[in-house]
């Protein structure tokens, strides 16, 4: 379903004249099936967060591609890779980044606005969505109002309501308590075997690792293994 292949990417940093190349890719390649859930681990400044920008088409490599849908993301104008984020991949993040003014219901509605749906769709939409992840009783809510699992439930509900084929998720239970990580993960499990819903997530954390499919670990710019993890 995504296929990188000889991916690499350098960052210049430094004062103007005395820039240096910072390779932080040096060619990455895997694919990730429909279904799968994967993990990618490595050490901090390994380049996960990188690979991961680079596959949401927020950020262009420098060389290398990444085959979805029979298009490579890499090569797409930026219009192109927003419209084609917006169809394909939900986004959650350790810090659930969720709007604060806005309550439960109008931020799982937001993706929904961005794509240009009518009211009465958008709100059909986030009815169902509220119901699914068990959030209806908390709609009019605000985040401050809710615990932190219940934050990241919006955030996951807020990802899944363009019906993406893929999350991507960086640390997405970083800022949880065990119990409400154990939640959340079963939460991400359930959607997977529901749904076939793809799931490649960055952590440091082994519960999180533990629930993947498959490993991949990072270092030194490149995959240093795969490990089948189930
Ligand atoms: N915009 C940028 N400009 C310059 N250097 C960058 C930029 N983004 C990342 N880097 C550098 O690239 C390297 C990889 O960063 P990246 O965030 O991908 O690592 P990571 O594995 O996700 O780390 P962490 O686990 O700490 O989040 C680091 O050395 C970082 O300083």
Known sequence: M???????????I??????????????????VKEGEIVAIVGKSGSGKSTLLQIIAGFLQPNAGAVHM???????????????FRLKN?????????????????????????????SPVVRKKKVQDMLARVGLT???EHYPNELSGGQ???VAIARALIT???????????????????REILTFIQQLN???????????????????????LRMGDGLLLEAQHAI
């Open 2 to 12: 995504i296929d990188v292949q000889q991916l690499q990417h350098a960052f210049r």
């Open 14 to 31: 430094g004062k103007r004249g005395q820039e240096k190349e910072v390779h932080v890719l040096k060619g990455i390649d895997f694919s």
């Open 69 to 83: 849908k029979h298009q490579n993301i890499a090569q797409l104008s930026e219009k192109e890779r927003a419209a």
């Open 89 to 117: 991949f939900g986004f959650i993040f350790q810090n659930f980044q969720l709007l604060p003014g806005q309550n439960v219901a109008e931020n799982i509605e937001l993706p929904l606005k961005l794509r240009g749906e």
């Open 137 to 139: 009783e908390v709609a």
């Open 151 to 153: 934050q990241q439930r």
């Open 163 to 181: 019906d993406p084929p893929v999350i991507l998720a960086d640390e997405p239970t970083g800022s949880l308590d065990s119990q409400t990580e």
């Open 193 to 215: 075997e529901e749904s076939n819903i793809t799931f490649i997530m960055i952590t440091h954390d082994d519960e999180v690792a533990s629930i993947a499919h498959r490993i």
